[in-house]
Each structure stands twice: as structure tokens, then as C-alpha cells.
């Protein structure tokens, strides 16, 4: 029952993650953790760290490790099908629609108007993140800020943006700093 549970849910991640892998992270929690509950929001964090960092699509990496929490190798696979058979679907069926009517205005105009609920999908992601990072998954308040983390990524965001540093490289520079100072403090 489990595994109908989990193809049933990622097939659902599969089907609505429009945008690429951030844009699917607030669907998966909505599976794992508001709706079914298996993941609490600390192990969907760690999750989602966890699959950034390894190589490879971050929501199949976010299925197959939720999957493998969940209901151990047989849970990752299933999980990982279910997230990827819509999208390989969806993709043969636009791919044969797209060579053939590639010139109709109608489907540049549907491609371009896609573009606005990417960006929102994509940016919801990006704060839900943020937010988990700055608060502990607690409630939005002052007194609930964790400073350390919260430092770091104006640190790394100021790398990023002003200098122009490897992203690679401020991850590693910053999990060193973040362990050092949560080690020390």
C-alpha cells in the first residue's frame, strides 16, 4: 500500500512540477510532509540539502531519497518513477507536437506565456527554502532568527553576486564556515 502511496504522490509531483527541479520542492512537501506526514519539515530540510548537493536532477533526487526514508529501495524506485514517467510522457508527446506545428504563432505565444508561473514557481521555492534556513521551520518572527545561517547566506549571496565565485565552491566554503561556527558555538 505504501508503494501505490508513494507512486501516487510523485506521479502527482511529476505531472505539476512545470519549471525544473526548485519549482517541484513546495510539491513535494506538500506530499511528504503536509499531507501524508512521513517526512517532519527538519528530515524534508535535510532532504532537500541533500539533493542539491548530489549530482543529478534535484526533484529525482528528492524522490528517490524521500522514497528511500520512506519504504527503503523499493520506496526509491517507485518514487523515482512516479516523478519521472509523467515528464517522459508529457516530453515524447510535446516533442512529436513541437516538430510538427514549430511554426504556428499560437505555440510560440503558449510557450512564452509559461514563462511568468516558472519564475513564480521557481522564486516560491527559493523563499520556502530561505525561510526554513533563517527560522528553523518555526514561526516567522524576530525572535526565531537564526543568525548564523542567516549571515552565511548574505555571505555566500554577496560571493555569488558581486564576485562572481564558483557556486561549487561557496557551497563548500560555506558548509566549512557553517560547521565551524556551529561546532564552536
Not at 500500500?1 to 527541479?21: H, K, N, P, T
Not at 524521500?66 to 516523478?83: P, V, Y
Not at 543568525?147 to 565552491?169: E, S, T, V
Request: charged share 10%; proline share 4%.
Amino acid at each position: 500500500m505504501i508503494y501505490l502511496e508513494l507512486f501516487l504522490s510523485f506521479i502527482q509531483v511529476g505531472m505539476f512540477s512545470i519549471g525544473g527541479g526548485y519549482a517541484a520542492m513546495p510539491l513535494i512537501q506538500s506530499q511528504v510532509v503536509t499531507k501524508h506526514g512521513w517526512l517532519t519539515m527538519s528530515g524534508y530540510t535535510d532532504l532537500i540539502t541533500i539533493s542539491g548537493m548530489t549530482p543529478g536532477p534535484i526533484a529525482i533526487n528528492s524522490a528517490t531519497f524521500a522514497g528511500m526514508r520512506i519504504a527503503g529501495i523499493g520506496g526509491a524506485i517507485i518514487a523515482t518513477l512516479g516523478c519521472i514517467l509523467p515528464s517522459c510522457l508529457i516530453v515524447s508527446f510535446l516533442a512529436f507536437l513541437y516538430y510538427r506545428y514549430k511554426e504556428m504563432s499560437a505555440l510560440k505565444s503558449i510557450l512564452s506565456s509559461l514563462r511568468p508561473a516558472i519564475v513564480a514557481l521557481i522564486a516560491s521555492a527559493g523563499l520556502s527554502i530561505l525561510s526554513l534556513v533563517l527560522f528553523n521551520g518555526e514561526s516567522i518572527q524576530p525572535s526565531n532568527i537564526n543568525w548564523i545561517d542567516g549571515g552565511i547566506f548574505l555571505f555566500a549571496f554577496f560571493l555569488l553576486r558581486k564576485y562572481k565565485w564558483n557556486p561549487i565552491l561557496v557551497m563548500c566554503f560555506c558548509g566549512v564556515v557553517g560547521l565551524s561556527l556551529h561546532l564552536l558555538l
